[in-house]
């Protein structure tokens, strides 16, 4: 058996955007929609989706929840946590990293 080596993951190309919670959210669904149509490509091809994770880094939401004081937007826990829950529902690949993989109260 042989083993690829995967290489180091390239330097983040872009500064993330500035803006109100509002503001980082409604960048959030053009980003899910591209993540859906990319998901059956990356999961046939186990592939990590590098881009998809600078694509959030760009748009903001990465840092949500950075204080106001901080140069964050000051996000709330359900602010975050709805984004969250939308990213997981368009990549199922996502979905044992982001939260439970049920809909079972115990998340089993």
Do not use: K
Not at 41 to 53: M, P
């Amino acid at each position: 058996m042989t083993l690829e080596v995967v290489g180091a993951r390239p330097a983040f190309s872009e500064e993330p955007l500035g803006g109100s919670t509002a503001d980082r959210l409604a960048r959030l669904p053009s980003i899910v929609d591209e993540l859906r149509r990319a998901d059956a490509a990356a999961e046939r091809d186990r592939v990590l989706q590098y881009g998809a994770v600078e694509q959030l880094r760009h748009a903001g939401l990465l840092s949500l929840r950075v204080p106001e004081r901080y140069g964050g937007p000051g996000a709330g826990a359900r602010d975050v946590l709805g984004a969250s829950f939308r990213s997981r529902a368009a990549v199922p690949m996502w979905r044992n990293r982001f939260g439970p993989t049920s809909d079972s109260p115990s998340g089993c």
